[in-house]
C-alpha cells in the first residue's frame, strides 16, 4: 500500500522537447504529492507540488497532472533545456503516513 | 534562512568503527526526516523525529542504527559497527510542521572499507 511506481527509469529528449514521466499510487490516504530534482552529489530539491483537489498545476516550464480515479500523475517539463538534465523523484505523503514514500526515479537526458 | 546542513559531506569508516551523522534543519523546523540513497536507486525512509521524540522509526534497521533529535542541538544518526552494506548517501530533510513540504540537506556520503 506504500509504493509509488514510476516510470520510464531513463529518458532522454533533444533540447526543446517535452519530457513526460509518469507516476502511480496505491496509498489513497495520499494527499500531497511532490516532484523533486536532484543533480549528482547533491540533494533532492523540490520543483512543484500538487494536492488531489485539482487535476493540474503549473510553475513555470514545470506542470503536473493528476488523475484522481486512475491514482496517476505526471510531471510535463515544457521547452527543456540541457540543464534539466537531472533524476527526478516523484513521491507521496498522507496523514497518518507522514513520511514521503518516493518513486524509483527518472534519469532525463536532454541533449542540445 | 540557511538551508538544511549536514556533516561531515564525506565520511569514511572502516569495518566496525561507528558513524555519526549530523543534520542542523532550516530555521524554525521542529520536523526532522532521514533518508538513505543507493547509488543508482532512490531515497528509502528511515526515521522521522519532531524535537525529543521519534515519531515513525519503521525504516531503522532494527540492530546498529539510531536516531536523536535533541531539544538543543542537531540531529544525529548514529550507525554502530558498520559494515560495508552500510555505505550510501544519507540525506536528511527538515519541514516546519506535520504534513508540510520537505527541504532536503546535500547529504553525507558514508564510504565503509
Known amino acids: 500500500q506504500q509504493q509509488v511506481k514510476q516510470s520510464p527509469q531513463s529518458l532522454i529528449v533533444q533540447k526543446g522537447g517535452i519530457p513526460i514521466i509518469n507516476c502511480a499510487y496505491e496509498?489513497?490516504?495520499?494527499?500531497?504529492f511532490p516532484w523533486y530534482q536532484q543533480f549528482p552529489g547533491k540533494g533532492p530539491a523540490l520543483l512543484i507540488a500538487?494536492?488531489?483537489?485539482?487535476s493540474e498545476k503549473k510553475e513555470g516550464r514545470f506542470t503536473i497532472s493528476f488523475n484522481k480515479s486512475a491514482k496517476q500523475f505526471s510531471l510535463h517539463i515544457m521547452d527543456s533545456q540541457p540543464g534539466d538534465s537531472a533524476t527526478y523523484f516523484c513521491?507521496?505523503?498522507?496523514?497518518?503516513?507522514?513520511?514521503?514514500?518516493f518513486g524509483t526515479g527518472t534519469r532525463l537526458t536532454i541533449i542540445p | 534562512n540557511a538551508g538544511v546542513m549536514q556533516n561531515p559531506r564525506h565520511l569514511v569508516r572502516r569495518r566496525g568503527q561507528e558513524a555519526r551523522l549530523r543534520c542542523s534543519p532550516m530555521?524554525?523546523?521542529?520536523?526532522v526526516y532521514w533518508y538513505r540513497q543507493l547509488p543508482e536507486e532512490g531515497l528509502k525512509f528511515m526515521v522521522y523525529?519532531?524535537?525529543?521524540?521519534?515519531?515513525?522509526e519503521s525504516g531503522m534497521p532494527k540492530e546498529r542504527f539510531s536516531a536523536e533529535f535533541p531539544k538543543e542541538g542537531p540531529s544525529i544518526l548514529r550507525i554502530q559497527q558498520v559494515v560495508r552494506g552500510d555505505s550510501a548517501a544519507y540525506f536528511c530533510?527538515?519541514?516546519?510542521?506535520?504534513?508540510?513540504?520537505?527541504?532536503f540537506g546535500s547529504g553525507t556520503q558514508l564510504s565503509v572499507l
Open positions: 530555521k524554525g523546523h521542529s520536523h
Open positions: 500538487i494536492r488531489p483537489d485539482v
Open positions: 530533510a527538515s519541514s516546519p510542521r506535520r504534513h508540510e513540504k520537505l527541504f
Open positions: 513521491a507521496g505523503m498522507g496523514f497518518g503516513n507522514e513520511k514521503l514514500t
Open positions: 523525529l519532531q524535537k525529543e521524540n521519534i515519531i515513525d
Open positions: 496509498n489513497t490516504a495520499f494527499d500531497y
